[in-house]
């Protein structure tokens, strides 16, 4: 026998449906652009090397050109190591280090899919389950806001200007620095400083190297990053976010005494971006903060440098190719604008429930 409901439970019961139904609905078009990102960000690798090897991107240098050494910057410090090698070796040597922090953030805690298909199911506190699902959402959260500060900024008057030189070797220089510029200023300027304290305050040796990998393990007592203890010692992750904010302002800092063609509009942008890849290897590990620069160096430039090499498209066009273009709504709008909105508010629940949820 049917249960009686009023008319207006009745409405109130289908009113939630509807919620529901268009909730779902929006966690599953949000997950295929993820899944579209993701294999954009594969498909770079092979499109990056196809640039520097068979098109002709540049007319003075090419892939066997020399280079003689790397610049190390450590805060603001430039350190040469000398290495002989050619543009093209190096390019692919880096792209082996970056498909390696991608396969093992993909696989790390829930997996990649695993998280993607909680999200959907369970809410989007599964997608900061897997490190590779938390980067990519900090990747188009931190593209949109830096893309609309970046509006606002040039139509104040405060430009970012550009990075000038030769194609081929910019391009080098954009894939280079991921790596070269997360060790000099986030493992150096954070994790070394964590590991030091670590070590000097009764932790073990060991938690102490991981601190300089991951530093939230210096104060977290479990290692889960789905259900994360509090913390044991909450001195130490005051000292972890001072760092951040003091080498976030150092990386904007550095940006604009670079002499590469940045203008002082990119002492902001930079120093924000340094918040958020901080954030990412406090939490997630150095990996995670060396994909997100990637993400924003490497995967937002090289279908445009492709567009050059093959059709004399400037790298720096406001419209570029197809292609191009393609990617860079994908990442600022279909991904940016959801995942921004996620981190909103992700960090506006956190404030209103203390510690609470998976943000360390």
Known sequence: MR?????????VDLEQTKRDAAGIILAKSFAVIIVLTLILMVVSFPVGIYTVFYTN??????????????????????????????????????LIVYAVFFTIAALQRVGILSSIRQFVSGG??????????????????????????????TRGGLPTGQL?????????????????????FRFTLIGVPVFLVALTSSRSVRTAVRAMWRPSAAWHRGESVQTPSPPAYPLMRVFAYVLLVLSSLVFGLAHYLSNSGWDAGKVSQASI???????????YGFHTSVLLHWGVNYFGTAYAFLGQGLWNIPWTSDTGSSLSLFVAVVIILALGVPSFMTYVYKFLKRGSLGTGGSIT
């Open 3 to 11: 249960k009686y409901q009023s008319p207006r439970a009745e409405t």
């Open 57 to 94: 991107l540049s007319n003075s240098t090419a892939y066997s050109s020399s280079i003689h050494g790397i610049v190390l910057l450590v805060a603001l410090v430039p350190f040469k190591i000398p290495v002989e090698t050619s543009v093209g070796t190096a390019f692919v040597a880096f």
């Open 124 to 153: 989007q506190d599964a997608l900061f389950r897997n490190p590779l699902s938390a980067t990519v959402i900090m990747l188009g959260a931190m593209t949109f806001g830096l893309t609309v500060l970046d509006i606002a900024q």
């Open 164 to 184: 000038t030189g030769d194609p081929l070797y910019l391009f080098l220089g954009i894939t280079m620095a991921p790596l070269t510029e997360e060790f000099g």
């Open 273 to 283: 971006a340094g918040v958020a890849l901080a954030y990412l290897y406090i939490r």
